[in-house]
C-alpha cells in the first residue's frame, strides 16, 4: 500500500508538473488568444471586451488555476477557430485513437509473447534465427512507412481494404473495428519485433538460472518449464517496455493515422496546430501526457506484484 501511494503522488505531481509547463508555454508563444478568435480585423474595443471576458488580464497564476480546476472538471475550454467545446470536438476522436491504440497493443502481446516463447525453446535454430534477422528488419521501419506498405501490399495489391475508407462505430462495430485493424497493425509490427527480441533475451537469461533445472528434474517438459516458471519471471524486466511501447504506440497513432485517413486525434491536432486553435492543442497534449504517466503507474503497481522484492 505504501509503494502505491508513493508511486500515485509521484504520478499526481507529474501530471501537475506537465500542467504547468503546458499552460506557460502556450501562453509564453507569440501572439493573442483574443485576436486568434476575432481575427486581426477586429477593432481595438472588441478586443479589450474578449480579452476581459477571458480573463485574460488576470495574472498568469490564476488564469493557469482557473485552467486547470476547468480540465480537471472536464472543460477544455472553446476552440477559436470552430467556437465550439474543446470536449465536444475531440470526444469522438479521442475514442478512435485510444481504441486504435488499445487494438495495437493487443496484437504487440499476441505476436510477441508465443514468437518470443519458441525463440527461447529452439534458441538457435534454422527457424529462431530467421526470426531474429527479420525482426531487426522490421525494429527499423518506422510506423508510417510499415504503414504505407500495409496499403500498398494489403490494400491496393490485395484488396482486403479500401484505403481511405473509415467506418464509424455508430454504423457498424464490424466495420469500425475492421477500419482500424491494418493502421493497428502497422503500429504494432516495429513495437512486437522488439519485444520478441527482449522477451527473448529475458527467457534465455533465465532458463540459465537454477530453478529451471530443478523444475526439469521434477519431470517437467520444457513447456511447462517455460510457461509454468520462467515466464513470470522473464515478463519482469520486459514490463518497462510494454509500458513504454503502450505510450509510444498512443503517440505514434497521430502519424499513423494520416496515412490511412482515420479521423482521430492526429488529424484535428495537426490542423489546431497549423490554425493556432491553442485550447484543442493543448487539451489533446494534456490528454495524451496523463495517458502515458497512467500508464507508466499501472506498469509500477504491475512490477511490484510480480517481484515484491522492488520498494
Known amino acids: 500500500m505504501k509503494y502505491a501511494l508513493k508511486k500515485l503522488a509521484g504520478m499526481l505531481l507529474a501530471l501537475l508538473g506537465v500542467s504547468l509547463i503546458l499552460f506557460l508555454a502556450f501562453d509564453l508563444i507569440p501572439g493573442d488568444p483574443a485576436t486568434a478568435k476575432l481575427g486581426t480585423n477586429a477593432t481595438p474595443e472588441r478586443l479589450d471586451a474578449l480579452r476581459e471576458e477571458m480573463g485574460l488580464n488576470d495574472p498568469i497564476f490564476i488564469r493557469y488555476i482557473r485552467w486547470l480546476t476547468d480540465f480537471i472538471r472536464g472543460d477544455f475550454g ?11 470536438m475531440i470526444g469522438e476522436k479521442l475514442l478512435i485513437s485510444i481504441t486504435m491504440t488499445i487494438m495495437a497493443f493487443i496484437m504487440v502481446l499476441l505476436i510477441s509473447i508465443p514468437v518470443g516463447l519458441f525463440c527461447a525453446r529452439h534458441k538457435g535454430g534454422k527457424i529462431d534465427t530467421s526470426i531474429c534477422a527479420v525482426g531487426q528488419i522490421l525494429m527499423s521501419i518506422p510506423p508510417f512507412f510499415s504503414g504505407i506498405l ?52 529475458s527467457l534465455i537469461t533465465e532458463l540459465s538460472l537454477d530453478y529451471p533445472r530443478t523444475a526439469y528434474s521434477r519431470g517437467n517438459s520444457d513447456w511447462q518449464v517455460l510457461l509454468h516458471h520462467v515466464l513470470k519471471n522473464a515478463l519482469i524486466p520486459v514490463l518497462t517496455f510494454f509500458g513504454m511501447a503502450l505510450a509510444d504506440i498512443l503517440t505514434g497513432s497521430i502519424i499513423v493515422e494520416q496515412v490511412f485517413g482515420i479521423p482521430g486525434l492526429g488529424r484535428i491536432l495537426l490542423t489546431s496546430i497549423m490554425n493556432r486553435d491553442y485550447p484543442v492543442v493543448q487539451a489533446i497534449i494534456m490528454l495524451l501526457a496523463a495517458v502515458v504517466i497512467v500508464v507508466n503507474f499501472t506498469v509500477d503497481i504491475i512490477y511490484r506484484k510480480l517481484d515484491p522484492r522492488i520498494t
Do not use: C, H, N, Q
Open 78 to 88: 472553446e476552440s477559436y477557430s470552430y467556437s465550439m467545446p474543446v470536449r465536444e
Open 150 to 201: 500495409i496499403t500498398l501490399l494489403f490494400g491496393i495489391v490485395l484488396g482486403l481494404f479500401t484505403p481511405g475508407e473509415f467506418i464509424s462505430y455508430d454504423k457498424s462495430i464490424s466495420g469500425f473495428i475492421g477500419s482500424l485493424f491494418f493502421p493497428a497493425l502497422s503500429i504494432a509490427i516495429p513495437k512486437a519485433a522488439m519485444a520478441v527480441k527482449l522477451l527473448r533475451s
